[in-house]
């Protein structure tokens, strides 16, 4: 749990998650600068590798959950609550897309090519943070943006194997909860 919070907090800017955080790197190039995939943070003395997915974001926010309803105390369902509060509204206010450190766009973020996963992100903000914003957006992708039947309609068609595990993990029990 406390390796989570750390990732979702240590950044500066609320609700930004990246793959890593680092104080101190060593892959420095000859003028000082961060070598790829390392980028100096804009808001904390220290580095970070930003391209964060959907997929990592879904098993940071189920992890979350599962931490918050089988295990943490009351302090810990504090953090947490606020933590999923600023990560999911991150993503709300970007329309569904999750951005690094820097500001930018992730290139595997965009929760519209991922419905069920983006379901699940605000179905799961909703019920641990109680706030309306997150059931409201929750019914609005499902039912305007017609997410539920775009994920639906995906899974009857796929036949690519790779992608058999996003028809059948985790995000379809909490869009349905």
Do not use: N
């Amino acid at each position: 749990f406390q390796a989570l919070h750390v990732l979702s907090t240590c950044a500066g800017e609320a609700g930004v998650v990246a793959r890593q955080f680092r104080r101190r790197i060593f892959a420095l190039d000859a003028r000082g600068e961060p070598r790829p995939p390392w980028r100096r943070s804009p808001v904390y003395e220290g580095y970070y590798v930003g391209t964060i997915s959907r997929d990592q974001l879904s098993g940071h926010l189920f992890g979350l959950a599962a931490y918050f309803y089988l295990l943490a105390d009351e302090q810990e369902r504090e953090t947490i609550k606020k933590d999923i509060s600023d990560i999911v509204g991150s993503i709300l206010s970007h329309r569904m897309m999750a951005v690094d450190p820097g500001g930018e766009y992730t290139l595997h973020g965009c929760f519209w090519a991922a419905p069920l996963q983006a379901l699940a992100a605000l179905r799961i903000a909703a019920c641990i943070t109680g706030e309306e914003r997150f059931q409201h957006a929750f019914e609005h992708y499902a039912t305007t943006q017609f997410f539920l039947g775009h994920a639906l309609k995906q899974a009857a068609v796929e036949e690519d194997c790779f992608y058999e595990h996003y028809r059948h993990d985790s995000p379809l029990y909490h869009a349905i909860v």
